[in-house]
């Protein structure tokens, strides 16, 4: 029996690099197509083994090279993003452009050339404030930054051109965290166990009360090859990916870490403004859909061990949340200052 081929746009960043092991693992063949802004010659070569045959190239530049076209992929995974909100905000423009506008262009191309399957790595963050709800699938959409909006844009656009012959999934993931080769620290989760191992202090810059849903970079792997099997009577499925069990206030989250990190403190900003980025979701859709098999396997401690034990294998200085190799948008500014990215297509909005 023949792999299936997988093309997945943005597969060398923070969540692609997990996602490339866990398909090639599972006999998938994996195409990719990565600007690879994040990584170096180093990091690929860690990555090529996994991979079938990747293209480096920004999509926006790329998407009618006939590289990438010349096979009649199983599915086509879009992952490519400017991927957290402070990075929305400086980048208005080009969040929309990658995020949004680029998607629905990849997925016209992959309908035109006959490939029945379009994944969609979406948001629950689309949901807004929900404090006293959990919102589901059919709730209202309510996006307050600008990468969640372009989350919101995108998949009515995908509705919009899904059909019998042309299925799309969009998976709305909780806040991701976890290990990876290319690991971020600008995620909740991963800048709390950074902070406790490498300051030994753990500082929550808000009240702490805003709840998060979150979810490990493996079970969002985990997610993408279920739904890459998934059959589904409607041409359009929205759904959110992560579990209760892994839903907590981000005081809570930061306490897990001190009670895991021996000799770190906590302190709380509890005199700062409430941090209006809260939710609570209902992922009961994607428990009975998936099954024991592919719902999430991290819970809170197994992914704050995880991530202890990846910080303490890295070299992170002490001011992290000022380095270009651990922040995105400091390696993004920084890049732009020194032209390393190409201005016409990241221009500053």
């Keep these: 029996m023949n792999n299936k081929k997988i093309l997945v746009i943005g597969n060398l960043g923070y969540v692609g690099c997990v996602l490339n092991r866990f398909l090639y693992e599972e006999n998938i063949d994996i195409y990719g197509v990565d ?4 990584g170096n010659e180093e990091s690929f070569n860690l990555q090529k083994k996994f991979i079938k045959r990747q293209v480096i190239g920004d ?3 790329e998407i009618l090279n006939e590289d990438i076209w010349d096979i009649k992929y199983d599915a086509v995974i879009y992952l490519a993003a400017v991927s957290n909100d402070p990075m929305g905000k400086r980048f208005a423009n080009v969040t929309h452009q990658i995020n949004a506008e680029f998607c ?6 992959a309908k035109n050339r006959g490939i029945e399957k379009f994944i969609f790595a979406s948001s ?7 404090d006293n ?16 909006k372009s989350k919101v844009w995108a998949e009515s656009e995908l509705k919009n051109i899904s059909s019998d012959k042309f299925n799309v999934l969009a998976l709305r993931f909780a806040t991701a965290c976890g290990s990876s080769p290319s690991l971020r620290l600008d995620l909740v989760l991963n800048d709390l166990v950074a902070s406790a191992i490498i300051n030994k202090h753990v500082e929550v810059l808000s009240d ?3 709840w998060r849903p979150l979810v490990h970079v493996q079970d969002m792997s985990r997610a993408i090859r279920w739904s890459i099997d998934y059959q589904d009577q409607n041409s359009f499925l929205p759904i959110n990916v992560g579990s209760k069990e892994f839903t907590f206030q981000v005081r809570d989250f930061a306490k897990f870490v001190v009670d895991s990190v ?8 509890t005199d700062k403004a409430v941090d209006s980025r809260s939710y609570k979701v209902d992922f009961s859709l994607y428990e009975s859909l998936s099954g024991s098999k592919y719902y999430p396997k ?3 401690y197994k992914s704050i061990t995880d991530l202890i034990e990846c910080v303490n294998s890295l070299e992170i200085p002490n001011d992290f949340r000022a380095s270009n190799k651990w922040m995105r948008l400091k390696f993004l500014e920084n890049s732009i200052k020194m032209n390393q990215l190409n201005n016409e297509l990241f221009k500053i909005s």
């Design 262 to 269: 021996p000799n770190s403190k906590l302190s709380i900003a």
């Design 208 to 210: 702490g009360t805003p």
């Design 124 to 130: 629950c963050s689309m949901y807004g404030m929900s």
């Design 35 to 38: 600007a690879n802004w994040f």
């Design 59 to 61: 999509i926006r530049k």
């Design 133 to 148: 709800n959990f919102p589901n699938e059919s709730s209202e959409l309510s996006p307050m930054t600008e990468y969640a």
């Design 298 to 300: 991290f819970d809170a």
């Design 104 to 109: 629905l262009k990849v997925a016209i191309e």
